[in-house]
DNA sequence: GAACAATGGTGGAAAATGTCAACTATCGTT
DNA sequence: AACGATAGTTGACATTTTCCACCATTGTTC
């Protein structure tokens, strides 16, 4: 039932570098967290010389992706408190990355885009998230890839769509 | 290529909630992070009333799967500074989870045990860890669930043997 | 159309986390 | 005995979350 290629015994103070995992091996939480936070480390580094806030590049990418989204919708989507996708919206207005315009329909409403400059800015950024994940996927192949994706996706759904 | 099920369209204001992912859907770190983002929330809820700090759980299994194991061991299996660890394991001592014992062989090293309220501790989050799961997974079938376990398996692997 | 609850956005304080650089004790090597 | 490397600890510091109060605007209710 689990898949378990770390069988590192115990005891005999084995050299190996593997620890066993025990039970936490039966959860697909744990392995998400593991390769999700080494992807995420890699990344960081990839991008360590601008000084990019953590949820900075989603926030842009996804605010392209929906131009004209506010920050609320924009908050709950990248899973962030609003606050905090203010100092972001601040910080992208900064670098002339993105730009907030008042809404005509509903006056309360931010209503976000992103700007030439930003869609460069994100052509860059994309480029090298290709390249840090390219290392780690090509140990994987196309099928297993599409697999994953779609099964996350369901994951995704399944969680979301709960209260 | 992309698995998207999110093709909403912008422009007609659709009322469908789910926004469009835009380039960030061929990246498989942004689903992973998704994925994970939600369920380490659900399991923190489903924990809310103990206040468990972050890396105490994973800390604890890991130990528990490995008695014996040092500090440094562990620090790097979960990812954590060593300065953390020392923290986290104060914690559990705090709580009677876990235990130091200065190692005869090496008197640098602290080897790190669970106590037996610890190990009952343990079967609690557990059993809550597989609730939350659950929801997730029964949308998968036990093949998927398989390769999934697989796939991720081999994609930190890949990641970790990297410098 | 006045009153009131609900929503989008801001600002700021406080707690939780993560990062780093000393510093001690111990080990291994020479 | 002397040296560098490792295990653990501590404390300072920056960065991130988490919350809560607040203002402007909207929508609803009578």
């Known amino acids: ?26 959860f697909v939480g744990f392995r998400l967290r593991r390769v ?4 995420s480390r890699k990344f960081a580094a990839a991008n360590a010389d601008m000084g990019l ?8 990418a996804i605010v392209a992706a929906n131009p004209g989204i506010s920050q609320s919708e924009l908050s709950s989507e990248v899973g962030l408190d609003k606050s905090v996708t203010v100092t972001i919206i ?9 730009e907030r315009r008042r ?12 700007t030439p400059e930003g869609d460069r800015q994100l052509d860059r950024l994309f480029a090298r998230m290709e390249e840090v994940e ?29 209260l």
Chains 1, 2 share one sequence.
Request: hydrophobic share 35%; aromatic share 6%; net charge negative.
């Open 1 to 26: 039932m689990a898949t378990n290629s770390n069988l590192t015994a115990r005891g005999g103070e084995t050299e190996r570098s593997n620890l066993a995992l025990g039970r936490l091996g039966d």
């Open 36 to 39: 999700q936070n080494q992807l």
């Open 53 to 60: 806030r953590s949820g900075l590049f989603s926030s842009l």
């Open 90 to 98: 601040d910080e992208l207005e900064k670098y002339g990355w993105a």
């Open 103 to 114: 809404s005509p329909d509903d006056r309360r409403r931010h209503a976000l885009y992103v």
């Open 134 to 162: 390219g290392a780690v996927l090509h140990s994987l192949t196309e099928a297993e890839h599409q697999m994953l994706n779609d099964v996350l996706d369901r994951m995704y759904d399944a969680v979301v769509r709960e």
